[in-house]
Nanobody
Framework: QVQLVESGGGLVQAGASLRLSCAAS????????MGWFREAPGKEREFVAA??????????ADSVKGRFRFTISRDNAENTVYLQMNSLKPEDTAVYYC??????????????????WGQGTQVTVSS
């Protein structure tokens, strides 16, 4: 079992930056692919970004691609995954969740492929 706890959300103005963190505990000796998803009111859960165990492979949703707009990274020594979010837009407003799945190599962009989830952190971007 792995427990995930997100932090770093908040209320910011459009154009600002936030860095979300996801701290893992429990059986962290195994290899896990990590992902970030978000869920806005009235909308389905949406893929944001994912990283392989090594961090060498990453994948982003089209909505967050762009010049350093969102960046996923991980520090396996600290059992923490980050989501750096720059140039935030009102449409980025959502609850952001991190997720984990045992995988040494692959990454996943479908939420049903993940086994473990955090409780979520609210990100609100005002215009």
């Amino acid at each position: 079992q792995v427990q995930l706890v997100e932090s770093g959300g908040g209320l910011v103005q459009a154009g600002a930056s936030l860095r979300l963190s996801c701290a893992a505990s429990g059986r962290t000796s195994s290899s896990y692919a990590m992902g970030w998803f978000r869920e806005a009111p009235g909308k389905e859960r949406e893929f944001v970004a994912a990283a392989s165990w090594s961090g060498g492979s990453t994948y982003y949703a089209d909505s967050v691609k762009g010049r350093f707009r969102f960046t996923i990274s991980r520090d396996n020594a600290e059992n923490t995954v980050y989501l750096q979010m720059n140039s935030l837009k009102p449409e980025d407003t959502a609850v952001y969740y991190c997720a984990a799945r045992r995988s040494a190599i692959k990454i996943y962009n479908v939420w049903t492929m993940y086994d473990y989830w955090g409780q979520g952190t609210q990100v609100t971007v005002s215009s």
